[in-house]
């Protein structure tokens, strides 16, 4: 090789932790030892609660105006359900007439989940938002990620991109955060959508690359088409040298291999002639948009994805020990 080997390399480990809050609600009655136990669900506009006694033959009384209930208060006979921000307070009797449980709960419902309605002009299909809830303020990703109130606010209409994974939540005040709704097209759906002709894509070059490498892919270009780049072909002997080096990163995380050899010499191994190279490693995430989105997130793996130096990628991904490590090798 006459050209100049640049050799670009990025180390990347991300853990998840997880941490969880119990919230005890003490009994309405001192006497009543235990807690009622309870289920909630959401029907449209309605969050429902469901009280489960601890006997058939018990029977529980209830308020839902946040006042001590008695045996004069309303017999619970089936689920409630509730349609704003409610109190209830239950105590169950046994058929001895002995309070043996009770509970003081508030419920509140949840914003109604956007609905995307789609529209074609041009071969561009576009995608609005809209929740049922009054006073909904609505927030998106496209990487497939989950929506908070930190994502992306929707204020008009959206391009959907070949790829794209949109999710959307809805927002209330008074309110909980609505179920995410999901919208994701193959690329023959969005074909047939648009009306665009994918018959010639050479993206994806690997026949036997699954489709979560091939996500990788797909989530990859479309960082570089927010950048005005031309994508990266995904190149089957790219694959297979970013296949071993992730079943070698497995157990040797570094961008050494483990005879303590340069990590490019897997592309010499292979035959694969190259003027620029680069490689990303991680370790932890469990799909393709997690993996990337950390990637984005690290100065030196997005100077990768992003470099002009760089026309075709191979994507690793091996399993081990219940933990996912990927690998991109890029060329020229």
């Known amino acids: 090789m006459t050209n100049t080997v640049r050799k670009i390399t990025a180390l990347f480990t991300a853990f998840v932790m997880a941490a969880a809050i119990l919230v005890f609600i003490p009994p309405v ?3 009543a030892a235990k807690l009622i136990d309870y289920s909630i669900s959401y029907s449209g506009k309605y969050v429902k609660l469901r009280l489960i006694p601890q006997s058939s033959s018990d029977t529980i009384y209830y308020t839902t105006n946040n006042t001590k209930p008695t045996k004069s208060s309303a017999v619970y006979k089936k689920q409630l359900a509730a349609a704003a921000k409610t109190t209830i307070r239950a105590i169950e009797y ?7 449980a009770s509970i003081k709960i508030t419920i509140t419902p949840r914003a109604q989940k956007p609905v995307i309605t789609e529209t074609v002009k041009n071969g561009k299909l576009m995608l609005t938002l809209r929740s049922a809830s009054s006073g909904a303020v609505i927030y998106y990703t496209t990487d497939g990620t989950a929506p908070t109130k930190n994502s992306r606010k929707y204020t008009g ?6 790829g794209m994974t949109l999710k959307a939540r809805a927002y209330v005040s008074g309110l909980n955060s609505s179920a995410v709704c999901t919208y994701s097209l193959s690329d023959s759906e969005w074909a047939a959508a648009t009306g665009n002709d994918v018959s ?5 070059n690997d026949p036997s690359a699954s489709e979560e490498t091939k996500e990788v892919v797909r989530l990859l270009n479309e960082e570089r088409a927010k950048r005005g780049l031309a994508p990266l072909v995904m190149d089957p002997m790219l694959d297979k040298a970013a296949s071993l080096r992730a079943k070698e990163v497995a157990g040797h995380f570094a961008h050494t ?3 303590g050899s340069n990590n490019f010499t897997v592309l010499d191994e292979m035959n694969i002639d190259y003027g620029y190279a ?5 370790g932890g995430q ?5 993996v990337m989105s950390s990637w984005m997130k690290s100065t030196g793996h997005r100077g990768n994805i992003l470099s002009d130096n760089f026309n075709k990628v191979g994507i ?10 990927w690998v991109q090798v890029f060329s020229d």
């Open 278 to 282: 680069g490689e990303n490693i991680a």
């Open 257 to 259: 291999r483990p005879d």
């Open 316 to 325: 690793g991904h091996y399993v081990s020990g219940g933990t996912d490590y």
């Open 200 to 204: 010639g894509d050479s993206i994806f």
């Open 286 to 290: 469990t799909s393709a948009s997690a």
């Open 94 to 100: 046994n058929k001895n007439g002995r309070s043996v």
């Open 29 to 31: 009655n001192a006497s």
């Open 157 to 162: 209409a959206i391009e959907y991109t070949r």
